[in-house]
């Protein structure tokens, strides 16, 4: 009965948090040198990944599921703005709002750095089980709440 909490210990913990912190390292770092082509950092990757997965997600959105200043957002934008990968519209019931979304150019770009990254994931998910990429992802949602 006491074993089923150990997971909980605060060692155990710490261990995952590292696990974390070393996963999003390597991953990233696989898509670093398409990045480096480009002139683009760790912030213009996730907001690439961002607006690939929720084309015509609007910047309120964006600042509140990264934790950004507005300030470091719009820098980020611009940036991407210049190099043609992602193209801004005004939303059509608030003409404040803006709706981000990947050029064809951004697009060839996000499918670029997901290539990067997708085999060292892919060959994680074949050395498990379904169940436990089921569990892993539940887990993952859980923090973000």
Do not use: C, W
């Not at 990944?49 to 990264?66: A, E, F, H, S």
């Not at 801004?88 to 979304?101: A, F, V």
Request: aromatic share 8%; no cysteine.
């Amino acid at each position: 009965m006491l074993k089923d909490f150990l997971y909980l210990k605060e060692k155990n913990l710490k261990d995952v948090i590292e696990l974390l912190l070393k996963s999003y390292a390597s991953l990233f770092s696989d898509s670093e040198q398409t990045l480096k082509r480009h002139s683009l950092g760790k912030a213009h990757h996730r907001l690439i990944i961002l607006i690939d997965n929720n084309p015509g997600i609007k910047v309120t959105k964006i600042l509140n599921m990264l934790k950004v200043t507005k300030q470091s957002l719009n820098r980020v934008l611009q940036d991407l703005i210049k190099k043609d990968f992602i193209i801004q519209k005004k939303d059509e019931k608030d003409g404040r709002e803006k709706k981000i979304y990947l050029s064809d150019r951004g697009l060839e770009f996000a499918n670029n750095l997901f290539n990067s990254q997708k085999n060292r994931v892919l060959s994680a998910f074949k050395k498990s089980s379904p169940d436990e990429v089921h569990y892993f992802k539940n887990v993952l949602k859980r923090i973000l709440e």
